[in-house]
């Protein structure tokens, strides 16, 4: 548990009581959860660093219900978590101390695909992959994908407003998103529902959901755009010798293969190694210290496949790679993209897991890794860096077998510090949540901070909506109340 936690006091909320159980279950018939074993796993989060002490935990299937409770909670002062499939990255989605969780499991209906428009409307709970499977039927694909697909729920994902690996080619969520429905901190509920691609009227208040962490409201219902499933798909994995060549190659990727590019991933050696060494995983390459995994998505297979050959022939010819493979059979896809997937669940096979996400401008990406391994050198079991480095955004994780505090001193605040000087973003695409929410001001100004906590009063004047969470704890000793 986070030594922040023990610093942290209580707000004046209320504590849920028989009545407030005998209310959820007048609403929720049966699902609501009060059994401490299977609250385990709801009070902890992905990383297990998190630990919170909730009571109950509900499971509403439609949005009515929802608003039935969060109404509830307003009134009685109850603070709540919303929960979706629980891979956040940063204590976001469990509770501090006992708030209600709300969790979107059951509510995981697809509600209409149109194959014309490409608009896909569906409940938030519904889980990523099962939504790609879904619109696949109709010749679509999902505009977002990540390592969590298989757990991970769509309202969770607008909520962190999650980047992932298909970014580079599709945009942010705050592109393809086209509405969404939520249900306000006071129970009401915000229809914004919307299939289509322009709404120019009044202010685009989905906006201000995608990316809120749960601390406006709960995500409901979701209206995202998903374009064309593609023909055909290749992968290339390429071994090389410096972070410079990554760069290199990612120009060439650009020239060479213009719109089909659909990811650009990197690994460092460390990285191959730990992938190698905690899931017994095999890489198609001998050592190199860098790896790149470029992926393109187009409507024609042997165009796409002669683009990628020429691509690799010239970064071959001129240096920038040394070696690579390529896969166009869906196994071997599966095989190299799991490679970079399993990063994150590989390194907890260590222990404890260190993990920072942060965007830096390119010429500083790696500089960043080299910098922190020379300081953190035996104090942890391992340095490694990967992420998306088509999009700026360096993945740093370090490991020890258990939470150790003097390792943590000589990476935090150091880290962040280093990361603003550099003119980065001390959380690239997993958001504040719990862990993060103290370093806000070394990626955003007072003001629009202040800003922020003025939006936040607005729609949450009494606080009860994800408490501790995204915006810093006032210093003066009161808390966000
Ligand atoms: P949760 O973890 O349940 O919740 C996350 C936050 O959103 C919490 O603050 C919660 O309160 C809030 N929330 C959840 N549902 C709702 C809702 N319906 N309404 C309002 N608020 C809600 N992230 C990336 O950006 N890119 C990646 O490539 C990526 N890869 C990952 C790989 C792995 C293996 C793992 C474990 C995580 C990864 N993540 C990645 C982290 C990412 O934030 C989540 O995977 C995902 O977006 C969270 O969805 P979830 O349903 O699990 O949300
Ligand atoms: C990824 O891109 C996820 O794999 C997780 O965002 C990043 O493990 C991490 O640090
Ligand atoms: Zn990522």
Redesign the pocket.
């Known amino acids: 548990t986070s030594s922040r936690l023990t610093s942290l006091t209580r707000g004046p909320y209320s504590v849920v009581n028989d009545e407030d159980i005998q209310f959820f279950n007048k609403v929720l018939e049966g699902r609501v959860i009060t059994d401490k074993d299977e609250l385990e796993s709801h009070n902890t989060d ?1 990383l297990k660093t998190v630990k919170g002490n909730s009571q109950v935990l509900l499971r509403p299937k439609t949005t009515e219900e929802v608003s039935a409770i969060v109404k509830y909670c307003h009134d009685r002062y109850l603070a709540v ?9 940063v204590g ?2 469990v509770p501090v101390f006992d708030e209600v969780i709300i969790s ?1 499991q059951l509510m995981n209906n697809i509600i209409s695909i149109n194959p014309v428009s490409g608009a896909l409307i569906c409940q ?1 709970g519904c889980i990523l992959e099962t939504l790609d499977s879904h619109v696949q039927e109709h010749g679509l694909t999902m505009p977002l994908d ?3 697909k298989g ?3 769509i ?3 607008v ?2 407003n ?4 298909r970014l580079l080619r599709y945009g942010s969520l705050h592109g393809t998103v086209l509405g969404l429905e939520a249900v306000l901190p006071d129970g009401e509920i915000m229809d914004c529902l919307t299939p289509l691609r322009k709404d120019n009227t009044g202010y685009d208040l989905k906006q201000l959901f995608i990316g809120s ?2 601390t406006l ?3 409901t219902k979701v209206s995202i755009l998903c374009p064309q499933k593609p023909n055909a798909v290749c992968v290339a994995l390429l071994g090389c010798e410096s972070f410079q060549k990554v760069l290199d190659i990612f120009v060439a990727c650009k020239s060479h293969l213009g719109e089909i590019m659909s990811a650009f991933e990197f690994m460092d050696s460390q990285t191959m190694q730990l992938v190698k060494e905690n899931l017994s995983m095999t890489s198609p390459l001998v050592d190199y210290p860098f790896y790149t995994l470029v992926e393109c998505s187009g409507s024609n297979g042997t165009h796409d496949e002669e683009k990628l050959t020429k691509m690799l022939q010239a970064v071959m010819d001129d240096g920038a790679a040394l070696d690579g493979t390529v896969a166009t059979d869906s196994t071997k896809i599966y095989n190299i993209w799991a490679l970079r997937e399993s990063c ?2 590989a390194l907890m096979k260590d222990g404890y897991n260190y993990k920072y996400d942060v965007s830096l401008p390119l010429e500083h990406f790696y500089t960043l890794a080299e910098v922190m391994r020379e300081r953190v050198k035996n104090h942890a079991i391992r340095t490694v860096a990967y992420g998306h480095v088509g999009d700026g955004n360096l993945h740093l994780n370090f490991t020890t077998a258990e939470y150790c505090p003097a390792t943590m001193a000589l990476i935090e605040p150091f880290i962040y510090d280093w990361v603003a000087k550099h003119r980065g973003s001390i959380s690239a ?3 504040l ?1 719990f862990k993060k929410r103290q370093f806000i001001y070394h990626s955003k100004t007072p003001s629009a901070v202040a800003l922020m906590a003025t939006i936040k009063k607005a729609v949450d004047p009494r606080g009860i909506m ?1 408490p501790y ?1 995204v915006l810093p704890e006032v210093t003066n000793g009161e808390n966000e109340s």
């Open positions: 992905w978590v919303p929960q979706g499939g629980n891979t956040g990255l976001g989605s979107t938030a990540l390592g969590a757990s991970c729920h309202g969770g994902n909520a962190t999650a980047g992932g690996i962490e749960g409201g709960i995500i994150a669940s695409e997993h958001g949540g994800n969470k």
